[in-house]
Each structure stands twice: as structure tokens, then as C-alpha cells.
């Protein structure tokens, strides 16, 4: 079993920085490959960013790249999301995901909130 809590939502202006954390309590924290995904209030939750186990391969939705970077400390059972450049439309509840073949858990969520 694999808990994962988020922290470091808030509310920005636009242009502005966040940086989220996700901590994970699990022995093997390097054998999962770890991603964030959000999901706007009436909408279908959607990929945000996901990052390899050794943390060397990174991808990103379009939508974001060049202002969001996700990275991981597997020392530290910790993966980030440094999101920079805030838009409105980045306004959501942003939740991590940890993945290994078949196995996926979730967290509960952190809200994201972007003033125009």
C-alpha cells in the first residue's frame, strides 16, 4: 500500500509560482514511476506531468511545458511540481499518482487557484 499526500497548493495571482510536494509513504519509492494530474471543478481529471524512476525521463501536456518541471528526491520519498508562470486555466485541484505495472494509488488532492 502506498499513501501519498500533496501540500503546497494556494491561492496566486496570475504569473505567479507554486511549488507542490508530494510525499510518499512506501518502502520502494524508487521502483514507482511518479506523476501529477489535476482536475478542474466539472471537468475529467487530465495528465500534468509524470517523471521515470531514476527521475532522468520527464513528460509533460502541452499545456504546460516550459512553465511547469516535475522532479523527484528518492531519498527523500518526495516528488515536486514547480509551476511557474500561473495561468487562470491552471486553476484545479492537482492530485499525485504513483504507478508501478499495474499498481496506481492517489493521493487526496491539493487546490490550485489562479486569480485573473
Known amino acids: 500500500q502506498v499513501q501519498l499526500v500533496e501540500s503546497g497548493g494556494g491561492l496566486v495571482q496570475a504569473g505567479g509560482s507554486l511549488r507542490l510536494s508530494c510525499a510518499a509513504s512506501?518502502?520502494?519509492?524508487?521502483?514507482?514511476?511518479m506523476g501529477w494530474f489535476r482536475q478542474a471543478s466539472g471537468k475529467e481529471r487530465e495528465f500534468v506531468a509524470i517523471i521515470s524512476r531514476s527521475g532522468i525521463t520527464t513528460s509533460y501536456t502541452d499545456s504546460v511545458k516550459g512553465r511547469f518541471t516535475i522532479s523527484r528526491d528518492n531519498a527523500k520519498n518526495t516528488v515536486y511540481l514547480q509551476m511557474n508562470s500561473l495561468k487562470p486555466e491552471d486553476t484545479a485541484v492537482y492530485y499525485c499518482?504513483?504507478?508501478?505495472?499495474?499498481?496506481?494509488?492517489w493521493g487526496r488532492g491539493t487546490q490550485v487557484t489562479v486569480s485573473a
Open positions: 512506501v518502502r520502494s519509492f524508487r521502483n514507482y514511476a
Open positions: 499518482n504513483a504507478n508501478r505495472t499495474v499498481l496506481s494509488f
